[in-house]
C-alpha cells in the first residue's frame, strides 16, 4: 500500500497548519491543544478499518465523503467517531456538504475541522445523544436525513444568535 502522509493543505480550506521553522509561539502552542491520538486514526488505521487503500481515505477525505484534516505537524488524522463498525455514519458527508466554502485556489472544499468541532460538540443537554454524530448514529436508514437537517437548522440558529 502506498503511504500517505499528507494531503495538500490547498486541498483543505483553514488546513494549512504545517509546522514551520520560524513559527510564532502560538502556532507552536496550537500544536498541545490538539486531543489525543487515541481520538483521532492515520490514514492507514482508516484504511484498515474500511478496509479499503490509503489512497481511497485521502481520495474521500478530498471528497467529502469522510472527516479528515492536518495537524500542526503535518500529519493527516481522522476523527474516530464518524466511523461505526466498518463504515462512516450516515449523514456526515451530508453535514460536511453544509460546510462548503472556496478555498484560495478558487476550488469548493469543505471546512472539515469546523465540520468535525460541530459535529462533536455537545448541544442537546440530557439527551442521550447529546452530540450531533450520536444523533447521525441513533438514526436509523429513514430517519437520516430528517436529523441532517435538524442538524443544519441547528448550526444556522447558532451562526446567527437565536440560541442567545
Known amino acids: 500500500m502506498p503511504r500517505v502522509d499528507k494531503i495538500e493543505s490547498r486541498n483543505l480550506h483553514g488546513q494549512d497548519l504545517e509546522l514551520r521553522p520560524d513559527a510564532p509561539p502560538e502556532e507552536l502552542a496550537m500544536a498541545s491543544d490538539f486531543p489525543t491520538d487515541d481520538e483521532f486514526m492515520t490514514a492507514k488505521e482508516t484504511a484498515c478499518l474500511l478496509e479499503i487503500e490509503e489512497t481511497e481515505v485521502t481520495s474521500q477525505i478530498e471528497d ?7 495537524f500542526v505537524d503535518g500529519t493527516v488524522r481522522i476523527p474516530r467517531d464518524q466511523f461505526e463498525d466498518d463504515r462512516t ?6 453535514v460536511l456538504a453544509f460546510f462548503k466554502t472556496v478555498n ?10 469546523s465540520a468535525w468541532d460541530f459535529l462533536a460538540s455537545t448541544f442537546y443537554a440530557g439527551d442521550p445523544a447529546p452530540r450531533p454524530i450520536d444523533r447521525l448514529r441513533a438514526a436509523s436508514r429513514g430517519q437520516t436525513k430528517a436529523v441532517v437537517d435538524e442538524l443544519i437548522r441547528l448550526k444556522r440558529s447558532l451562526d446567527y444568535g437565536d440560541h442567545v
Not at 64 to 70: A, K, L, R, T, Y
Not at 104 to 113: C, I, L, N, V, W
Open 64 to 70: 467529502n465523503q469522510i472527516v479528515g484534516f492536518e
Open 89 to 94: 455514519v450516515n449523514g456526515v458527508p451530508e
Open 104 to 113: 484560495a485556489d478558487g476550488k469548493e472544499t469543505s471546512d472539515h475541522q
